[in-house]
Structure formats: C-alpha cells, structure tokens
C-alpha cells in the first residue's frame, strides 16, 4: 500500500506544518493531500509545498467543485504539475450545502452533472485543446457574443490524475466511470461492498474499466494505545467528533457522511444522532455512538489491532492509505506516523508488496 497523509494551512502554526511534511517526505511518506474546508484553500499550501519537497506526490484533497469555474480548476492544476515537475493529483469533491450555500452563496444544485463536466474541462485544458463544451451546466465559449473558443497558453508536460471524493452511490458510480483514484472516507471495510465497491466497480464496468484501473484511497485516524484502559479512554475521547460528522456535517437534510454510515449498519443510529445534534443536544449525540463505530472507521489501538486493521483494509482492496496521526505535539505526530508507516512496510512485506 502507498501511504499519504492530509495537512491543512487553516490555524496552528505553518512553519510546525511544513517540519510535518518534510519530515514525512523523509520518513517514506507518499503523498500529502492539502485540504480546504471553510478555511484555507488548497492551491496556495501546495505551491509552497512543492519547493520545499523533492520526492513527496501532491494532492488537493479537496478543491471543492463549486467554488470555482472548471478553467480556474484546470489552470491551478496545470501551473501545479509544472513547479512541481509532474508530483501534482487533482482530488476535487462536490463539499456540501452548508459549506457551498452557506459560506460561498452558490447553489449546490446537480454536484453530479457538474462533477462530470468539470473533468471533462480540465482534461480539455491539460491537453491543450481549444476549449469548446456545451453541456447542461458549462458552456464555454458563452454563447450569445462575440467570443471564440481559446486554449491555455500553457498545456500540462505530466500527467495529471484525477482523484475524486465521494459518498453518495450515483457520485461513486460516476468516480468509477472517470477517475484515477476515489479519496474516500467514513469507511468500514467489513461493509465497504454493498455501501461503495458495488456503485465504483458498476461505473469502472460501464467504461470498459476495471478495479486495477482506480487507486483506493482511504483515510483514518491513526493512534496507539499502550493497553486496554487507554484504549477505551481513547476511543471515548473520539465519539464527539464523529457525533458532529454524522450531525453536523451538511445541512439539516443533506449529509453524506450520516447517509454513509446508515448504508454501513448503523442507520438507527446515525438517524438519531443526527436528529439530537440538529436539535442541540451535542453530548446527547456523542453519547450514542458506540465504541464499534469509532473502532470500525479508525487505525485506533494497540499496535496489534493497527496491524490486523491494516491487513483487513489491504485485503478489502485499499491501494492507498491515508492517515490522521495523533498527538498533542509535532514530535507525537511524527512518533505516531513513523510507527505507521513501519506497520504498512510490514503488512506489505507479508504478500511480497
């Protein structure tokens, strides 16, 4: 399995931020994915990162589909790729209604017709194609002028994968029928067939594709506990944040990541969460989640448990493992990811990888 990690520019300190990534680069580390949520954007953080890396692929992980024109997604990735000579993946995702509508005052409307015609766009672009599309949410050149179509000034030297983020089964059908690589999430492998395999493998079949041709991305929280007792008062420490994802991420009545777990086993639960965080009652929410649903979504345990989690993500088809590392310091996230990335070379080492 490659390895990655996802950093943020949003907060905390950026010069403790970039020791991070250096210092993963020289551990072994893969790739780092730079994130944007309602804080930082992604372009800037990863330009920055790219002159103070040598080896380290980098990813946008997420730009979110409606902040921007595709033509400004495609020009961001190309002038990426370029500085840094050909280690850039585009991961785009369609966000959320809150985060769309709320913050950016833009309708969330049809995420899947544009995520399609977004990527149609940008590879247009990469390729150095003059840029004609008609679509039913795109139309370039805009009609009804004098305008002819143009192409970039520049055209990418490298190859650029598309990565795409997505929950929902027609978003996943669609990342099945025209993406590199799936950046997923809130992933339970026991239950990752019917709630996100079946949906990718339909959309790589209905492209002549296979599972081979797309890299499984998943991303976690990793954290060792010495015993039992630290173990559960870690995963204690975790259930309000997975409260919020399943109550607070999204809007009142559009949550991806609540719907995911539902298809995964837990929809009474994920139900009632919900319901008790959008009336208020945080601690309330918190308090139904089991340690289960922590333990299944996360690298969280002995080191024991961390390894067999790992072999059962392996074998359930991840190629590529993200993780979250825990600590309260820089030195503890390094600590935490080094003994990480030493499991994965090991699990690795079991089937010849």
């Known amino acids: 399995m490659r390895t990655s990690t996802t950093i943020e520019a949003s907060g905390g300190d950026w010069r403790e931020t970039v020791d991070f990534v250096t210092e993963a680069e020289r ?3 893969d790739i780092c994915w730079v994130a944007e949520a309602w804080g930082s954007e992604a372009p800037s953080p990863l330009g920055y990162l790219a002159a103070r ?23 961001a990735a190309v002038t990426l790729s370029q500085i840094s000579d050909g280690r850039f993946l585009l991961g785009l995702g369609p966000s959320g209604p809150q985060v769309i509508e709320g913050l950016h005052g833009v309708p969330f409307a049809r995420p899947l017709g544009r995520m399609r015609e977004t990527v149609q766009i940008v590879r247009q672009a990469a390729a150095g194609e003059k840029i004609t599309h008609s679509g039913q949410e795109f139309r370039i050149p805009l009609p009804g002028g004098g305008a002819k179509p143009m192409r970039l000034s520049m055209r990418a030297e490298h190859d650029i ?35 996100y395999f079946d949906h990718l493998d339909a959309g790589l079949a209905a492209a002549g594709r296979t599972r081979a041709d797309l ?25 309000k944040e997975l409260a919020f994802s399943l109550g607070g991420m999204g809007s009142a009545t559009t949550n991806f990541y609540n719907n995911a777990y539902s298809r ?43 390894r067999q989690r790992l072999r059962v993500w392996r074998d359930a088809g991840v190629r590529t493992v993200r993780f979250y590392p825990a600590g309260d310091t820089l030195d ?15 699990v690795d080492r079991e089937t010849g990888g």
């Open 27 to 29: 551990l072994g580390m």
């Open 53 to 75: 890396t040598d080896r380290m692929l980098l990813g946008s992980g997420i730009i979110q589909l409606a902040t921007r024109t595709p033509m400004a997604i495609a020009r």
């Open 215 to 239: 890299d499984i991305c998943q991303g976690a929280e990793v954290a060792f506990a010495a015993d039992e007792d630290a173990l559960r008062t870690m995963v204690a420490g975790r259930r």
């Open 332 to 346: 503890a996230r390094l600590t935490t990811l080094g003994r990480a990335l030493d499991l994965v070379r090991e």
């Open 264 to 306: 995964q086993g837990w929809a009474d639960t994920a139900a009632e969460v919900h319901a008790r965080w959008q009336s208020g009652d945080r601690d309330g929410a918190a308090a139904l989640v089991t340690d289960d649903m922590v333990l299944a979504t996360t690298l969280i345990g002995t080191e024991d448990m961390v």
């Open 161 to 195: 994968p598309v990565y795409l983020a997505t929950l929902s089964p027609k978003m996943l059908h669609l990342t099945g029928e025209i993406a590199d690589g799936w950046l997923g999430t809130s992933f339970v492998p026991e239950g990752a067939q019917e709630a």
